[in-house]
């Protein structure tokens, strides 16, 4: 079944919580939604369940307009951050309650139920769990119920709302690989919800990223990876490193000074300059003899692969850390000369950095340089 | 010379643990209270009672008008009670799932009949049902008595008893949320299948603890009952009110052995809750208002 949300709006007591998010989703696909807390990533999810009516918009199941649709005719497999196992029920009747809850004539006998509910879950690997109450059972295991629960109403769409969020990290780690391969077998569409940007970017086919009640950018994790769209995918999605530059006659200036990477064509004003930690290359000579961003090194740490360099740059003294191979070890307080190898520019459109309007998302915040910087 | 004092070792207590000698003072302090002000006149009620030995006390119990004071208050109760659980069930489930206007509104009503005085809660029903109200003149064309019949009893019981079951829903419900309804609705429950299936197995325990405070309240109200009543004997007297009035005939072994009786019943119901309590500690909500 394919998703298609349009010009969603949803307000809760006048606060916006989702504006105007349009969303596409084939059929089969695995979709993170991700985003740091009050961006409307559950908001959304809640409201393709129906568990949330929308203001304005429209969400399709196909070609029927949802919004007709009761949660119960929706027929999604919700599972809830909690669980929501039911507590005074087995592990086997928790799996079968969305069969033994349908209309007469439309229920499997009660044979037909218990079967079903026992292959399923020995899918989610639980067999001779059936009779066990939720509190006898690890949150892995609970989790794993809550799966097989939704799974068992053959759910259109399966949504899942920060599955592994209350998991411990081995885990969490665990689990994701068998949800993935889970969904490999069954091919259920499956949209689910993380703060974890590394989880969502293991484990999905699509990543949608958003950040104030809108959908920042959509794509493939290793697109979205490469080529941000804005300073705050950037920002929110791997690490990065962020400089507040001016722009002036095509000159990048840090503090007033300018640095050796060009903005031609650019109009001038203020830009955020971000790359990653990596995408760096240091010269440890006087920083006369290049012309990089002048730094002092302010921590050195060694984490295992590399070093990791806390520095203070410019006039202004920004703090930034970049990575560097284990051979190089500048000492603390001496003065480098840095510049970023991959790099990209954000404009903030007029004063509206912080709260961008959807419409003019794509333009005001466009990376209009991504290069590499000859050496 | 040095002075050689051995440092003494200090006394590791944890931060909320009090020295023995105050502990041992607060847990004489609540029991001497209660001794004094509780146990006390419950053994003397049911001694007094018994005064004149089991056979005056059967007699005392077994009297006509006793009889009569001791099935309608059976009956009050059996009416009050369902109709609070069904009222309360309702307003608990509002305030808990739901969002709206009005919402500290009304449970502020709901707490009122613990805060007005069950006697001015009588002179309201007697002012609204009574032969100079609105209504009065209506309900005596139509044959229907309220005021001094058990209608008018039932409903300042009802009254005065509606706070328990409602009181002990919404906390536990609060806690609970509504998650589990969620995904009984997800999975394509019907509201009432929701409620039945799910909603109602999760406060249980506490609705019965509800049901029981509501039920020993109903059977000992006096205040309200009194006004509306008009003290009928065999006909609108209740326990407390046939209590009273034996009393006041000084009838003292009468009166305490149906005193002991209603007294009986409370304690009977006290221990059905401390059994509950012992049984399902678990699913009673942590943080209750009684």
Redo the contacts between chains.
């Keep these: 079944m394919d998703l298609r949300i349009k010009n969603v709006r949803k307000d809760f007591d006048l606060t916006p919580a989702l504006h105007d998010v349009s969303l596409d989703i084939a059929s089969g696909e695995l979709v993170a939604l991700v985003g740091p807390s009050g961006s409307g990533k559950t908001t959304l999810l809640r409201l393709i ?3 949330e009516q929308p203001n304005a918009g429209t969400v399709y199941f196909g070609q029927d307009d949802a919004s007709r649709l009761s ?2 005719d ?5 599972v ?1 951050q ?1 669980y ?5 029920m087995t592990v086997l009747q928790n799996v079968g ?2 069969l033994t ?2 209309p007469r004539g439309k229920r499997p006998t009660a044979r037909e139920i218990n079967e079903r509910a026992r292959s399923l879950i020995e899918l989610v690997q639980l067999a001779g769990f059936e009779d066990r109450y939720p509190s006898q059972l690890s949150g892995g295991q609970r989790q794993r119920v809550a799966l097989a ?2 799974m ?2 053959e759910p259109k769409v399966l949504l899942l709302d920060e599955p592994f969020g209350a998991l411990d990290a081995q885990v969490r780690k665990d689990l994701r690989r068998w949800l993935r391969e889970l969904h490999d077998v069954t091919g259920h569409t499956t949209v689910f919800v993380t703060h974890d940007q590394e989880e969502a970017m293991e484990l999905a086919d699509r990543v949608v990223v958003m950040s104030r009640g809108r959908i920042e950018q959509v794509g493939a994790p290793d697109a979205i990876y490469d080529t941000p769209a804005s300073a705050f995918v950037h920002r929110f999605i791997g690490e990065s490193v962020e400089l507040p530059v001016y722009i002036e006659g095509g000159m990048i200036r840090l503090d007033g000074i300018a640095i050796p990477l060009s903005a031609a064509d650019e109009p001038d004003g203020p830009a955020a300059l971000v790359f990653r930690p990596y995408d760096v290359a240091i010269d440890e000579v006087d920083r006369a003899t290049y012309p990089g961003i002048a730094a002092t090194v302010v921590a050195s740490r060694w984490h295992g692969r590399g070093r990791r360099l806390e520095l203070a740059v410019g006039a202004g003294g920004h703090s930034m850390e970049i990575d560097l191979p284990p051979d190089v070890a500048p000492p603390v307080d001496s003065t480098l000369s840095v510049w970023p190898t991959r790099w990209t520019l954000y404009r903030p459109s007029g004063a509206s950095l912080s709260h961008p309007t959807p419409a003019a998302a794509a333009s005001m915040v466009s990376p209009i340089q991504q290069m590499a910087v000859a050496q | 010379m040095a002075d050689l004092t051995v440092p003494s070792a200090p006394v590791i207590r944890s931060a909320t643990t009090e020295a023995p000698a105050t502990r041992i003072a607060l847990v004489v302090a609540a029991f001497g209270f209660l001794s004094l002000f509780l146990f006390l006149p419950l053994v003397e009620v049911f001694l007094e009672a018994l005064r004149n030995g089991p056979a005056a006390w059967l007699a005392a119990i077994s009297e006509p008008d006793a009889l009569a004071a001791i099935r309608l208050t059976l009956l009050v109760a059996a009416i009050a009670v369902p109709l609070n659980v069904v009222f309360g069930v309702a307003a608990a489930w509002a305030i808990a799932k739901f969002e709206f206007r009005g919402k500290a509104f009304l449970i502020t009503l709901i707490d009122l009949p613990f805060s007005v005085s069950p006697v001015i809660a009588g002179l309201v029903y007697v002012i609204l049902f009574g032969s100079g109200s609105l209504l009065g003149p209506w309900l005596k064309a139509n044959g229907i008595e309220v005021l001094f019949a058990v209608p008018g009893i039932v409903l300042a019981t009802v009254f005065v008893t509606f706070p328990f079951v409602a009181r002990e829903l919404i906390p536990l419900m609060q806690e609970q949320g509504s ?2 309804e ?9 509201g009432w ?1 929701t409620f039945w ?2 909603t109602l ?2 406060i249980r325990w506490g609705l019965l603890y509800g049901v029981l405070l509501c039920n020993a309240r109903a059977m000992g109200e006096f205040g309200a009952v009194s006004v509306v009543s008009g003290h009928i004997r065999g006909l609108t007297n209740t326990m407390p009110l046939h209590i009273e009035i034996l009393y006041n005939e000084y009838n003292f072994a009468a009166s305490f052995a149906v005193a002991s009786l209603l007294a009986g019943l409370a304690l009977f119901t006290l221990l059905l809750k401390t059994l509950i309590e012992l049984r399902f500690s678990g699913g009673l909500a942590p943080s209750r208002g009684h």
């Design positions: 369940a129906g568990l949660v119960q929706r027929q999604v497999g919700f809830f909690h929501a196992l039911f507590k005074h309650f969305g809850v349908r629960r939704a068992a109403i | 998650s589990e969620e995904a009984a609705l997800s999975l394509g429950a019907s299948q299936r799910v197995p999760n």
